[in-house]
């Protein structure tokens, strides 16, 4: 049993907290949110961000105080949206014990600075890699919130401490898996939104099972070169944060970035997909970053370029398709 902190109250950060909380540990959630912090510590339920669940575990408790909230923390998760969690991090700063490790469930890619969540999080908090854990795989949170078999990996350059993080996230329904290749995950984690995304456009747009196994199997070439161009293990990402992950984001209208490329397929522009969708899903940020690191590291993103036209032209899914297409025969 350990005391463990999450950082950040929406669904999948209250989720996993329940998850921890099933595993045995004291779980503090922090929110910026009054009324969030006052649902999960008074009434045991989050009703903004999970209303599915009715009751919270009674070792899951919440604070808006940044201080109290990791003051004696074993273990600090961190679960604030990709694009905020530098400057919400900095806050953090200081406060967080030298003995704790801190494992991050974000995923994507700063869009400031093209850098991963790992190196967001260490730079920011001044942590050594040992300390550091990417966590990250099939996880849809309202399914996980309901407890249905799942499975997840955690990553740290030091395995023992991946381990200590698994175990502490490990109950009879969520099952975690160790590794020492935090970028493939992390590559995993951010690039399968961009793919998410095409795969929900062409179904919006009406397409069937062949053109989203097409998408998704490229697309998946394309983040596997460009995750080992940038150092990870390939091997990773034929795993649960590759392919595993991959699968349930472009499959399930609960994955936010599938739903939004679908409301692009149907015709919606861009502002009106952000407005059906309450807010712009992870892929969209990490388009335009993925294109960038494929030119940093010299590697084609043929599918992250054409998103990144559908996203910053309006182009329609059918131009996206014929740009992913190119022109040519070539090797697969």
């Not at 469930?105 to 999080?121: H, N, S």
């Amino acid at each position: 049993m350990a005391n463990v902190t999450v950082l950040g109250a929406g669904a999948w950060g209250t989720a996993f907290g329940q998850v921890l909380a099933d595993a045995g540990n004291n779980v503090t959630m922090w929110a910026i949110e009054p009324e969030i912090v006052e649902g999960i510590r008074d009434h045991h339920h989050n009703g903004v961000r999970l209303p599915s669940v009715e009751t919270l575990p009674s070792n899951m408790t919440a604070t808006g105080d940044r201080a109290e909230a990791v003051a004696n923390a074993d273990i600090v998760i961190v679960a604030i949206a990709a694009q905020f969690a530098r400057v919400a991090l900095t806050e953090f700063k200081g406060l967080i014990p030298e003995t704790a490790l801190v494992a991050s469930l974000m995923k994507g890619i700063e869009r400031t600075t093209g850098k991963r969540m790992d190196e967001v999080v260490m730079e920011t908090l001044d942590l050594p890699a040992e300390r550091f854990a990417a966590i990250s795989g099939p996880n849809l949170s309202k399914q996980i919130a309901d407890r249905e078999p799942a499975a997840t990996v955690v990553g740290c350059a030091d395995i023992d401490n991946a381990r200590t993080i698994a175990t502490a996230c490990t109950t009879d329904y969520f099952r975690a898996f160790v590794t020492r290749d935090v970028i493939g995950l992390e590559m995993c984690g951010s690039l399968k939104n961009v793919v998410a995304l095409a795969v929900g456009m062409a179904r919006g747009a009406g397409y069937g099972e062949n053109t989203a196994a097409m998408i998704e199997t490229r697309g998946l070439a394309e983040l596997t070169a460009l995750g080992e161009a940038a150092g990870a293990d390939p091997k990773t990402f034929a795993g649960l944060a590759g392919v595993g992950d991959l699968i349930a984001t472009c499959g399930s209208p609960l994955s936010r970035n599938y739903t939004f490329g679908s409301n692009l397929g149907k015709g919606l522009s861009v502002e009106e997909a952000t407005k059906v969708s309450n807010g712009v899903a992870e892929g969209v940020p990490t388009t335009d970053a993925v294109v960038a690191l494929g030119k940093q590291y010299g590697v084609p993103t043929p599918l992250a370029t054409a998103m990144s036209h559908v996203l910053d032209d309006g182009i329609s899914c059918a131009q996206m398709l014929s740009e992913l297409f190119g022109e040519g025969i070539t090797e697969e």
